[in-house]
């Protein structure tokens, strides 16, 4: 099989991995070699200039000894398969960049043979590129799961970021569906990744020239809807996976049927809203303050589809609001819907000069029509009044419409790169 064949099968395949994204990692050549990492992001991301980045993401081969009902890729799936070598791999990276398709590289696999000797294949092609032609560019490789203490150490020397995926929420799950994988195997490479980037932080305070390891950190995926674990259950995975390990990122999939596929497996796809309220709440629990047991109750295990969690858990704790904009810690102000991580800094410094009022807080571009009701401003603020009327949610919740890459929304200059909720 030609090369160009391999990459048809194998970047094909990869697309199911969403764990790859770039940040937080600088390599400087000192004016040599080829490539360079900024620290904007690479995989599918825009700059705030509008540039978009990306890079080569492909597996190493989608030969697989693991049979994980839920993954195209599994031992008892008939689809075609393919095998990159070492060379291919790097020879392709090398010539995308030239051609300015790419920059960087991020490179998984289905496990082959064992998991340390398909470590020690991912390690090749990093370690070449690295080594024998002086990339620069970003390289995020997959940290198999059970692989050796001693492979991890040397994958965390050439790449800039590593990730061991999780896959399902729960042991049980994984029972279920991935028989031969182990939590407790996953989260050991999670754990060996992140002392090893301790031990590199520390040895880096007293000598600049001591060498990094995965210095942009580890992430890991979540598959959402293989399984009938709720929402709370993989939010309070998520929350454990961060204290423990650190994780720079936790990625949430979708599941998507696929052909003969097992019984077991829902035959609908997971609705894509449900993996975004993922996301939202995820982002409440890394920078909002928010902890996992908040975002969902007994009652209603799963997030809200119709609203953001943030809105939602607002609802449910209406006693707590409103809040005075001019006087609420930093810690109250996050709970407020529609005022974003950056919007409570803006607040936090205009305060100080000053009363603020409703036109302040349009200046400083608060989502006025969800604060509005939550907040106590230094003018008249009648919208507050509205705190316990039954259908609040209904009044302020999302309209469905078109959004524009660019431009102004609703009177307010709103963006989709923010992340703000």
Request: hydrophobic content about 40%; overall charge positive; some cysteine.
């Amino acid at each position: 099989m030609d090369v160009r064949s391999k990459l048809s099968i194998l970047a094909d395949a990869a697309k199911y991995d969403a764990s790859c994204a770039s940040s937080g990692a600088r390599r400087s050549g000192n004016g040599k070699g080829l490539g360079s990492n900024e620290g904007s992001g690479i995989c599918h991301s825009y700059t705030p200039d509008g540039r978009c980045v990306s890079l080569l993401k492909i597996l190493l081969t989608n030969h697989c000894v693991y049979d994980c009902q839920f993954c195209v890729n599994r031992s008892s799936s008939d689809i075609p398969r393919a095998r990159f070598t070492p060379e291919e791999v790097v020879a392709l990276t090398l010539d995308f960049y030239r051609r300015n398709y790419i920059e960087g590289l991020f490179l998984s696999s289905g496990v082959l043979r064992s998991p340390d000797y398909t470590m020690e294949q991912l390690i090749a092609v990093a370690r070449a590129l690295r080594e024998d032609h002086a990339f620069n560019g970003y390289i995020h490789l997959k940290a198999v799961p059970g692989a050796s203490e001693e492979l991890i150490a040397r994958a965390g020397r050439w790449a800039d970021r590593l990730s061991a995926n999780i896959e399902l929420p729960t042991q049980v799950d994984l029972d279920r569906l991935a028989p031969e994988k182990k939590l407790v195997i996953i989260e050991t490479t999670m754990a060996q990744i992140r002392e090893r980037r301790d031990e590199a932080v520390e040895a880096r305070k007293t000598s600049r020239s001591a060498p990094r390891f995965a210095p942009a950190g580890q992430s890991t995926q979540i598959v959402v809807g293989a399984s009938e674990s709720t929402d709370a259950s993989i939010l309070d995975t998520a929350s454990t996976l961060y204290g423990r390990h650190r994780l720079r990122r936790i990625y949430y999939t979708a599941f998507s049927p696929f052909p003969k596929a097992d019984p077991r497996l829902p035959v609908e796809p997971a609705p894509l809203v449900r993996e975004h309220r993922l996301y939202q709440a995820d982002w409440l629990l890394r920078h909002y303050g928010f902890q996992a047991g908040e975002l969902t109750s007994a009652e209603q295990p799963n997030l809200d589809l119709a609203i953001d969690p943030k809105l939602a858990w607002a609802l449910r704790h209406r006693a707590m609001f409103p809040v005075d904009v001019n006087r609420a810690p930093r810690s109250r102000l996050l709970r407020v819907p529609g005022l974003g991580a950056r919007n409570v800094e803006r607040i936090l410094k205009a305060r100080r000069f000053g009363r603020l009022t409703l036109a302040d807080l349009a200046r400083l571009k608060v989502v006025l029509r969800k604060a509005q009701p939550f907040l106590i401003t230094a003018d008249h603020n009648p919208d507050a009044l509205l705190i316990d009327r039954a259908d609040l949610g209904a009044r302020i919740a999302a309209r469905a419409e078109q959004l524009p890459l660019f431009g102004v929304i609703g009177g307010t200059a709103e963006t989709a790169r923010t992340g703000e909720i």
